[in-house]
């Protein structure tokens, strides 16, 4: 009997091939979306502005509930030039199956479109979900921001933006926390000395403004800051100087620091729904 071996070995190199056409550098991804999670439903492509590319996911359970759920939006990374929503179904299936109504939004992208754009879009992601989330469970006064790596920067600045908040219409006190995930929070004092890819995201007359950092105050939603420690492409000197300053300012905070996770592995953690990371996502009991 013929073995069956080489015909499996090239369906998997083939599938590795179709993935990383796919999906890019987050190619291994496109296993984790293929996992069906029973039970969990997601309404695709729903238009939340003009430009095509303005479309998002809900990802919600079957199951019925007499209360409402809360919301996560996420945001997806990917230096503001790459990447969409389509490649993190993983993310908004395990959200839903963890109670949660997830809702992932598309964003307009580098080079064509240039800082503020994609803060605008992430806000008008999350005025149409206070608008519309009641539609699939969930309800509009449990909203939690969370982002990883370039969308970490976008959650954030939604997040302590008082301009951005006024701008859309976002009522801070709606904002139930942050949840960020190796994020940018602050840029080097000089443009100059900025690395390119956040200098091909930001012009110079905005640097400032365009930094989470710049907007901290007292009234700023608490803040869940989760970096892996081997991180190698957003230091984790990001999330050590944002707990401090968060901490000057009087912000609720915790951090969440995993020295065995790099920049993905730790996107990988918050996906697992057995992973040690989500019984750190709450806050000690005072």
């Known amino acids: 009997m013929r073995s069956k071996w080489p015909i499996i070995l090239i369906i998997v190199v083939l599938a590795i091939v179709f993935a990383r056409m796919r999906y890019g550098p987050f190619y291994y991804v496109g296993a984790y979306n293929l996992v069906p999670v029973p039970g969990i439903k997601v309404e695709k492509d729903i238009s939340f502005g003009e430009d095509e590319r303005l479309k998002l996911d809900v990802y919600y359970s079957e199951e019925k509930s007499k209360d409402k759920k809360p919301v996560v939006i996420f945001v997806h990374g990917g230096s503001w030039k790459s990447n969409n929503k389509d490649q993190f179904r993983f993310i908004g ?27 605008k879009d992430v806000a008008r992601a999350f005025k149409w979900t206070e608008d519309n989330i009641d539609i699939y469970g969930g309800s509009k006064d449990k909203i939690i921001l969370s982002g990883h790596s370039a969308g970490g920067h976008l959650a954030a600045l939604i997040g302590y933006s008082d301009y951005w908040q006024k701008e859309y219409n976002i009522s801070k006190e709606k904002i139930n926390y942050l949840v960020l995930l190796a994020g940018v929070y602050k840029f080097p004092d000089d443009y100059e000395k900025g690395a390119d890819v956040v200098k091909d995201f ?37 999330a050590d100087y944002l707990a401090k300053s968060l901490e000057k300012k009087g912000v609720k905070h915790k951090s969440i620091l995993k020295n065995d996770l790099n920049h993905i592995s730790l996107l990988f953690s ?8 989500w019984d750190e996502i709450k806050f000690d009991k005072k």
């Open 93 to 119: 299936k395990n959200l839903a199956r963890r109670g949660y109504i997830a809702v992932l939004p598309n964003y307009r992208l580098v080079p064509e479109h240039r800082y503020p754009a994609q803060i």
């Open 202 to 238: 930001v012009p110079k007359e905005s640097w400032v403004e365009a930094q989470p950092v710049s907007h901290l105050d007292s009234s700023d939603p608490p803040t869940f800051i989760i970096q892996g420690l081997d991180d190698k492409t957003v230091s984790p000197e990001q």
């Open 270 to 277: 918050f996906a697992d729904n057995s992973h040690q990371i």
